[in-house]
Structures are given as C-alpha cells and as structure tokens.
C-alpha cells in the first residue's frame, strides 16, 4: 500500500523571524527524496513542522498512509508518530543514559507499536546486527557510527510508512556516511518505505535520491525530477561546489 | 527486589514500626517520628516529576500549605476525620499540581522551577489574607486527646503518616517500573527525542505532576491536627522545599530507595541535632551534606553503593 507526504503553501517562524516560506514539496509513494541545502536554511525546522513539534504559520501537510488522507497540521506529534511518520532527528538525540534496547523500546511507546513490539525487535536486530550484540550496552557509550544505526533502528520500532531523517551523515567519519546512506537505501527498499531525508553532503545523498529539492532561505530554489538534473544544477555548483 | 518481596517487606516495615512504637512511652519519639515519615511522603512525592522526569519543582512547600490549610477550611465547615481530610488535601493539591504543570511543564530547566517557587508564594500570599482561615493571625485546631484502641492523637497520627508512607513508596516503585516510568525516563533523558519517539510528553508530564503534588498534599492535610496551631508562616515554610530536593539528591533519584534512604536519613539528623544541638542548624546540616554529596556521591547513595558493587563484581 502506498504513503505518500504533500506540503503546500507552508511557512514557519520562530517568533517573528520567517523561517520557511511558501514550501511546496512532494514525496510520492516509495520515493527516496533529498531535501538539500547548507546550515540554517531551514531543513530541520521543515522536519519539526512535519512532525508537529512546530506549528506552521500556514499551509497543508498531507500523509497518506495506506492509502488514508491525513492533514497533519494541527496533530501533536504523538499521534503523527502513531499514523506512522517517523523522525531520526539531527544529532541522533538518543538516550544516552538508557541502553540500547531500552532506546528501542522507546521507540515502541505507543500503543500499536508495542503490539508488534517483538516482530520489530527482530527486524531491527536483523537490519543491525550490532545492536543485538551490543543490547545491553548504554546508549551514549557506543560509537558515532553504531549510535547513528541506533537512531535509524529506533525509528524503525514505530512500523513507520514514511520516515523522515535529518542529517544522517552529521557527525560521522566518510567511510561511515557512505555505509550510513546505504543502509537507508537497503531499509526504504526492504520495508517499501516513503523516505524524506535532509542531508547537506550532496554527493552522498543523491546517490540513492530519485529526486531531489534544493532549499535556500527558507524558499525551494530547485525541485530537481532525476538525480542527473540535482547534478547538473547551477544553483548546486554555486551553493556546493563553489564554483 | 521482586515484586511480591517488595510488598512483603514494605508490609512488613509497617508492622515492625508500628509493633515498635507501643513499647515507646515516650511523646517526643513520635513526633519526631511523624515529621521523618512526612518527609518520606514529601521526597518520594517530589521524586516522581524531579528524578523521574527530571523536571524541579521548587514549590513543595505551596503543595503542603495547600493540603494543610484545605483540612483548616474542611475542620472549620465539617469536621471529617484525618483519612478524609487527607484524600481531600490530596484531590485539592494534585488539581492545582496539575493547573499549574498545564501553564508551566512547557518551559523547561530553571524557568520551570522559577514558576513553581512563584507559584508557592502567591498560595501563601492569598492564604495570608483569608481571613476565614485565620489570615496571618494563624488558626488554632483543637484535636481530641484520644483515639479508641490507638491511644494518644500523636500515637494516631504517627501510625496515619506510617501508612502514608508505605502508599507513597508502593505508588513511587509501581510508577518506576511501568510503561508510564519509561516514557518519564526517556523524558528526563531527551525530551525532544521522546516525543518524536512517540512518547506523549505533556500528558505523562501532567500525570506526573498530579500525582507529585497529590501526595505532597496528602502528607501537608494532618499538619494542622499535628502542630495545633497553623500559620501560614509555617504552613508554607520554605524548609520544606530545601528538604525535598536535598533528600532525593542525598539519597539519588534514579529508584524509589533513594528519596527513602535520604528521607530517613536526613530527617532523622535534623530531629537528634535539634534536640541536642540547636534547631538552628538543620538547614546548615542539609547544606553541607549536600556539598559532601555532590563531591563523593553525584549520584547519590544508591549511585554510590551500585557503583561499588559493579566495580566490585568486575573485580571477582
């Protein structure tokens, strides 16, 4: 079944200060799409708008989730987690005081998640056969490259449809970031998910984008249909590669 | 501990302090007794939202004025017995506890213990100029000398608080160990990763703070009958939120044995150097041991005998 995530019209602020304005964006079913730019241009807070951690100004977000139309702007955050949209936030965020498996129980908090709380659990350590061995092990002692699979195995624990992640390469050494990105790429195909991912490291990103929008100032610069036109990009040249 | 030997041993305290306390003739140890058993209410009442959620609430001593003085409002109208006029004080404070967490639980850190210290002084203030309980003249409450098959009204209310006490500590380890407990830890962990993680901060956050300030109220309604004249001055006094955080700290936060160990401990110290000291110097003792237990034991003095006994399992 298929789950998709449309926004339109979106603006945001912080207090008087415009974030974001007038996005328009698209992640039809199981597409993988990168939503590129550089520091402060408004990913994150794109993210927590979805996610209902910041109520927008104006606009729509519409997840549909198996083929149910839901508007999730004006939802609490919970119960866009229980529709099943889930977030790897920036930074990982785990919690580094909880061990491993009791971050992925956190995960599972709610009510439908905990039912499948077993099933997931394998999945999880099945995807990340690190975690199993390292379940017992405190969160915030493991390293930048297994708390990132952490993260990703966490979000995992809701059954989301569509997934969210933000920034998964911050922080991480290149050999890392590369096997970090393709582990999204083996989940979204394996669990047919619908992946939006924010990401500053172009390169990595559109290796496994369809498709790919290109955020400056709070504004989409660039909505690119293939990864070859993300490539070609003027705007990309000058904002990425500097030339 | 398991469960069932949980509920046996805290049973059995019960029954041990209670069988103990009638070979005392002795008034004084009772209401000494009475005071460290309130602060075992107080500190593991506290650590439900401080330790468990994280989140400081310096207003325990507006939570016990309000228990203390709905009895004073209740006494003067009806007249219901102490059980009541605790269920009473507890239903009072813990929907206060909860008005005030709706407007205050979105900040966080120090503006949400700022709130709460504010919060206790404004009660105080309206309380002071009530005239009906008594204003800033206080009130006096006349209790009965006795009470059938107890004994003495000291004897009674010392055996209510021991009750108290077992419910808090049973209420603080059932919380500790549910789903509901988790979500508080992951809370006190990283707010913002709970809640995308699913977790529905501000209601667990409201429960929290409910059942908190609930049982702060709860151990606040017999001070009336205990003291026989209630001011708002000590109604309110601001020792009991000193109190209440350093008990939980010395003790540690993260299991309902520490509020417990630091309760018992540094309540006890306070009553035995009052008596042979000065009354002057409780608040100085809970200052330097706080010092002491910030250096030797940041987590506490669970953290501290875990500690040892991890390292030492390692060892062997």
């Known amino acids: ?243 | 501990m398991g469960t069932k030997a949980f509920w046996l041993a805290t049973t059995a305290a019960v029954l041990i302090v209670f069988a103990a306390s009638r070979l005392v003739t002795n008034d004084y140890v009772f209401f000494a007794g009475y005071v460290v058993l309130q602060y075992v209410v107080l500190a593991t009442a506290w650590n439900i939202l401080g330790g468990y959620a994280g989140y400081i609430n310096f207003g325990t001593s507006g939570f016990v004025g309000i228990g203390a003085y709905s009895t004073v409002v209740l006494h003067k109208l009806v007249g219901p017995p102490i059980p009541v006029l605790i269920l009473v004080g507890g239903i009072v404070s813990g929907a206060i506890g909860l008005g005030m967490g709706y407007l205050t639980l979105r900040l966080r850190g120090v503006y949400f213990g700022i709130a709460t210290l504010a919060m206790a002084i404004v009660v105080q203030t309206l309380v002071t100029n009530w005239d009906f309980v008594g204003g800033s003249r206080g009130v006096y409450i006349i209790r009965p000398a006795h009470v059938p098959f107890i004994g003495g009204y000291i004897q009674y209310l010392f055996l209510v608080m021991l009750v108290l006490a077992a419910v808090a500590v049973a209420a603080a380890r059932t919380i500790e160990r549910s789903v509901f407990g988790f979500g508080l830890a992951a809370i006190r962990d990283d707010e913002q990763a709970a809640e995308v993680s699913g977790v529905p901060t501000l209601r667990l956050k409201l429960i929290a703070i409910s059942v908190s300030c609930g049982l702060m109220g709860m151990a606040g309604a017999p001070l009336p009958y205990y003291v026989t004249y209630l001011d708002p001055a000590s109604a309110f006094n601001l020792g009991y939120t000193a109190n209440t955080i350093a008990m939980p700290l010395i003790g540690g936060t993260a299991s309902w044995v520490g509020p417990v160990i630091g309760a018992i401990g540094l309540a006890t110290i306070q009553q035995v150097s009052t008596v042979t000291i000065s009354s002057a110097l409780n608040l100085l003792i809970v200052g330097v041991l706080l010092l002491i237990c910030v250096v030797v034991a940041p987590n506490g003095i669970v953290g501290l005998v875990r500690g040892k006994r991890r390292r030492a399992g390692r060892g062997g």
């Not at chain 1, 910041?54 to 609490?76: F, K, M, Q, Y």
């Not at chain 1, 905990?114 to 056969?129: G, V």
């Not at chain 1, 939006?196 to 989409?220: C, P, S, W």
């Open chain 1, 1 to 243: 079944m298929a789950s998709s995530l449309t926004i339109k019209g979106l603006d945001a602020a912080y207090g008087s200060v415009r974030v974001l304005e007038d996005i328009a964006l698209e992640v039809r079913a199981g597409e993988t799409v990168a939503l590129l730019g550089t520091n402060g241009n408004g990913k994150s807070t794109l993210m927590k708008c979805v996610m209902g951690m910041l109520r927008p100004v104006a606009g729509s977000i519409v997840a549909e989730i198996d083929g149910t139309r839901h508007e999730l702007n004006g939802l609490a955050t919970e119960e866009i987690v229980e529709l099943g949209v889930a977030l790897v936030p920036e930074g990982r965020r785990l919690f580094p005081k909880l061990t491993v498996e009791e971050n992925l129980y956190l995960g599972a908090y709610r009510r439908t998640a905990r039912a499948q709380l077993k099933r997931n659990l394998a999945h999880c350590f099945d995807a990340f056969p690190r975690l199993a061995e390292r379940r017992r092990q405190l969160a915030g002692d493991m390293s930048g490259g297994e708390q990132q699979m952490l993260a990703l195995g966490r979000a995992l624990m809701t059954a989301p449809r569509i997934l969210l992640i933000d920034e998964p390469s911050v922080g991480l050494a290149p050999l890392l970031v590369r096997r970090t990105i393709d582990k999204i790429k083996e989940l979204q195909e394996q669990y047919a998910l619908t992946v939006l991912m924010a990401e500053q490291n172009f390169t990595q990103a559109i290796r496994i984008a369809d498709r790919g929008y290109v955020i400056v100032h709070g504004k989409i610069a660039f909505a690119g249909e293939t990864a070859e036109e993300l490539n070609n990009n003027e705007l990309i040249r000058e904002f990425y590669l500097g030339a």
